[in-house]
């Protein structure tokens, strides 16, 4: 949108100008806007995307119209049972760690802010001291860090968000959810175990089993469960570990209701 540097309207004039290749995400522990284009447009890049992070005006138009974008966001993922899956397996496993918290977030809260709580929270928190730029290209160091430079200069360092996180406790006996998702067609089944956090290392030797057990055509689960038992019509292992709390060993299935029991 609109900054302090450009009217919405030049900014994307001048992303056209330079391959219109820009988008932005968000995941679990942080925000991400970038830009993709070539070595002799690295001035106009780093300007769009540091007027963006450090001068964003987010005007009461442009608010509605991405809160409308969100909104649709949010009664699209309602629709999908794997989002839906994923959002129960999430809140189960966690109970206090961020980690069980949808990272779009949840819609009665989102309906509730208004322009000024975001542009509030946008001026708390994008801070240079809470932010990584990140420029890689076939150029010069000097020339990459100094195009940072001339357009950061200016800005002060601001106030860094605690990260003070809670620790997770431990789960000392199973937890099992269940959900009906209407016209679902076969049963999601997901059991999972907790382990170890991000530094750990047995994260490695616990990577490497859920590719053997679950990790393609050749696996054992696949080979066993879903070909020569035929208890499910799918089913992978994973090992994902957040950032900041334990991870788990997962076994996601899709099978007939009638096999769970078996195939657990």
Request: some cysteine.
């Amino acid at each position: 949108g609109s900054c302090q540097r450009r009217t919405e309207a030049q900014n994307r004039d001048l992303l056209q100008k330079i391959g219109n290749d820009s988008n932005a995400y968000t995941t679990t522990d942080h925000t991400a806007f970038f830009i993709n284009t070539t070595k002799d447009h690295l001035d106009d890049a780093v300007d769009l995307v540091t007027g963006w992070m450090f001068g964003a005006l987010i005007t009461p138009d442009e608010y509605k119209r991405e809160y409308q974008v969100v909104q649709r966001e949010l009664e699209r993922d309602k629709g999908e049972p794997d989002w839906v899956f994923y959002d129960l397996t999430q809140m189960n496993r966690y109970r206090v760690s961020p980690q069980r918290v949808p990272v779009i977030g949840y819609q009665p809260v989102i309906q509730g802010l208004s322009r000024d709580d975001v542009y509030g929270y946008y001026k708390q928190e994008y801070e240079p001291n809470n932010m990584v730029y990140v420029v890689s290209g076939d150029l010069d160091p000097e020339t990459m860090l100094r195009a940072v430079q001339k357009n950061v200069d200016d800005d002060k360092p601001g106030r860094v968000p605690s990260k003070n996180i809670a620790q997770e406790p431990p789960v000392l006996s199973p937890r099992t959810l269940v959900a009906t998702f209407p016209r679902l067609g076969q049963t999601r089944l997901e059991l999972a175990f907790p382990t170890v956090k991000l530094q750990s290392p047995d994260l490695y030797a616990l990577d490497l089993l859920s590719t053997i057990l679950g990790g393609g055509e050749s696996s054992i689960l696949v080979q066993e469960l879903r070909d020569h038992r035929q208890l499910v019509t799918d089913i992978e292992a994973s090992h994902p570990t957040p950032t900041y709390v334990e991870g788990s060993f997962e076994i996601d299935m899709q099978l007939d209701a009638d096999k769970i029991a078996a195939a657990t």
